[in-house]
């Protein structure tokens, strides 16, 4: 879990800049997404895990000011109940011998799962009909490269990223106590300069240029928003690998 204290210097105001990122499935996807990444039986589902692992991603998109539909914090507390039933005594009487609570959950990912891998073969068909990369025209980029952006990135994968840089940030020492100020604007036409220098960058160096947390946060938000405004595209070569950031 994140640490209570990781992010409490950072603070960015919602009404002047909230972040709305189109195209994202919900709950489901988030929870697949996870179940993915660690290559868990969707039929044995460690829920206390990967509740956990909900409410974080949950914390962090909250911080980031990213627009949470209610349907993300009913799964939560469904997910929570699952938990408290799990870890409560069973009355076969009551219960049944044989009922899972985690059953109707189960049911919901395998159908949900089923419809996302037939989206995403209808997906490489487009791709290979077109003979080109998904959003975008890379023929500008070497040969090399553009065989390297072949999947792109989700929220959850930003997301992930991006928590893994604030944790390491948060364990590094503080020398010094900077005071400056840093907007998401002044963010957003940094990035853009430096993709004017490079066919591409990695997400992790774009967040570690400065050590410090709160221009972590700056530059994801304005990363976010230039996606949305589709300025820029971030990729992958494999899912859940290095993330790289490359203009539209």
Known sequence: MIEEQLYEDVEIS?????????????????????????????????????TGQYLE???????????????????????????????????????????????ELIVALLEYKRFREAAERMTIMEVRERQILKRGDFSYLSKEVQETFTLEATLYDLVRVFNDVMKSAAQEPVHQVRNYELSIEDQVEYILKLLQDTDHLTLTELLLADPSRFYCVVTFVALLELIKLQRVSARQHQHFGEIYVVRL
């Open 14 to 50: 919602a009404e002047s800049f909230p972040v709305k990122i189109e195209g994202f499935e919900g709950p489901l996807d988030l929870l697949l997404y996870l179940i993915r990444n660690q290559e868990i039986d969707i039929y044995n589902i460690p829920i206390a895990r990967i």
């Open 57 to 103: 991603y949950i914390k962090v998109m909250k911080l980031l000011n990213l627009e949470i539909a209610g349907e993300y914090l009913l799964m939560a507390a469904t997910l929570i109940r699952i938990k408290a039933r799990l870890l409560m005594p069973r009355h076969p009487e009551i219960d049944g011998e044989d009922e899972d609570p985690r059953e």
